[in-house]
């Protein structure tokens, strides 16, 4: 049976591909979010590929490309950083109040930013 015949998980993925493209939601996420800010115009994909491209090869990066999302996100919040538009502080920031948010939300309960426990009443 050729690839484009198979049904199931993995049919009409590319010859090649035998996995998900995203290993995780956030990966997803991180694609989707660099699209539609490229999309409004905050900036170009020249720019969003030479910010790929330096994280990419910086020293650490994985042989096997497992962490290519990591460093996608890395350039993304470098970028937007660079322009002005969320300092790495800020970002940083957020990550953590999320984090806390999740540590501090019942298992089975949407995870919401206003469970941060240090969130201004």
Do not use: C
């Amino acid at each position: 049976m050729r690839r484009s015949e198979a049904k199931g998980p993995g049919a009409g993925l590319p010859a090649g591909l035998d996995a998900p493209v995203f290993a995780e939601p956030w990966q997803a996420e991180a694609f989707a979010m660099t699209v539609a800010l490229h999309d409004k115009g905050l900036f170009s994909w020249g720019e969003w590929a030479d910010a790929l491209s330096a994280e990419v090869k910086k020293p650490g990066a994985a042989a096997d490309g497992h962490d290519y999302y990591e460093h996608w996100l890395a350039a993304l919040e470098g970028l937007l950083a660079a322009k002005g538009l969320a300092a790495k502080l800020d970002v940083d920031a957020m990550a953590q109040a999320w984090e806390r948010a999740a540590h501090a939300t019942p298992h089975g309960k949407p995870i919401l930013l206003e469970n941060d426990p240090r969130a201004a009443s």
